[in-house]
């Protein structure tokens, strides 16, 4: 998948993007029908177990985009430029060309960074907005656009991402009326988390829909397996036949 391809799906069928931070989960979305393999800066709560985006560095974004690139080659991978990686357009094209060099083919921003957006573009980096919830700044976890003046704002955002030239945005809960304007009104495809079903696509984080963490429960999220059930009953079988000298038995035995 290009750039182009992922712009043509708007209006002809739904794009699917996951995160990814490993090869082995990267293998396995790579052999299915995903679009977009985003290296999200989730990774900072989902791997690295902080309590947000905040401290990830672009050396870790370089990390996990490399693990992710060896596993893929068929979607399109756009790596999260993390908080504090462009306060400057200089310092933004830097780390940008330093995430597509580790194997990223786009760069997601969250916010409102015309100049920067400008600038990665001119160097011919496909550049993904991010609008709404804005994990890197945000204080708290709350659907954004709910006041009138907000709303207008997200969507004066959405249409100058469109008109620079992003190749798409993820919109970040809000409400649905909203995503369902912007998604109406921008050419760019739009991929909704938490902003309803009339956005051009979905993303989520993958560790979320495969419900690894018990504990983890927004609304927008829908849990399509169990796996930390999965894996505890693994593990705990394991523990047994350990204890009990089942395991390892002849199968599992050289002679
Ligand atoms: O970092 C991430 O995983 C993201 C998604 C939630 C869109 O930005």
């Known amino acids: 998948m290009n750039v182009d391809e992922i712009r043509a799906l708007k209006g002809k069928r739904k794009i699917i993007m996951l995160t990814a931070y490993d090869y082995q989960i990267a293998k396995i979305l790579d052999n299915l029908e995903v679009d977009i ?17 905040k401290s990830v560095t672009i050396e870790d974004m370089m990390y996990h985009t490399r693990n992710v690139s060896r596993a893929t080659t068929r979607p399109l991978i756009v790596s999260d430029m993390p908080i504090n990686s462009y306060n400057t357009p200089q310092q933004g094209l830097k780390n940008a060309q330093k995430l597509l060099e580790a194997g990223a083919h786009g760069v997601k921003i969250e916010g409102s960074y015309p100049k ?7 160097h011919d980096i496909p550049v993904m907005g991010h609008i ?8 708290k976890v709350r659907v954004q656009g709910k006041r009138p003046e907000q709303a207008d704002q997200i969507w004066r ?13 993820v919109i970040e809960l809000v409400p649905l009326w909203l995503a369902r304007k912007i998604t109406a009104d921008v050419k760019s495809p739009t991929i909704g988390i938490g902003a309803s079903k ?17 504990d983890f429960k927004p609304k ?26 089942t395991y390892p038995d002849k199968r599992h035995t050289y002679h």
Not at 37 to 53: A, E, F, K, R
Not at 203 to 214: P, Q
Not at 221 to 244: D, G, M, P, W
Request: charged share 20%.
């Open 37 to 53: 393999i985003l290296v999200g800066d989730s990774v900072g709560m989902v791997v690295q177990g902080h309590p947000d985006t």
């Open 116 to 122: 920067i957006v400008t600038t990665l573009l001119e």
């Open 132 to 139: 709404g919830h804005l994990p890197q700044t945000s204080e």
């Open 157 to 169: 955002d959405a249409l100058q991402l469109d008109k620079l030239g992003a190749f798409g945005m």
């Open 198 to 214: 009339y956005c051009d696509g979905q993303v989520l984080v993958t560790n979320d829909l495969l419900g690894l963490d018990a």
């Open 220 to 245: 927008f999220v829908k849990r399509y397996a169990n796996l930390h059930e999965t894996i505890s009953e693994a593990v705990q079988r394991f523990i047994k036949e350990v204890k009990t000298c």
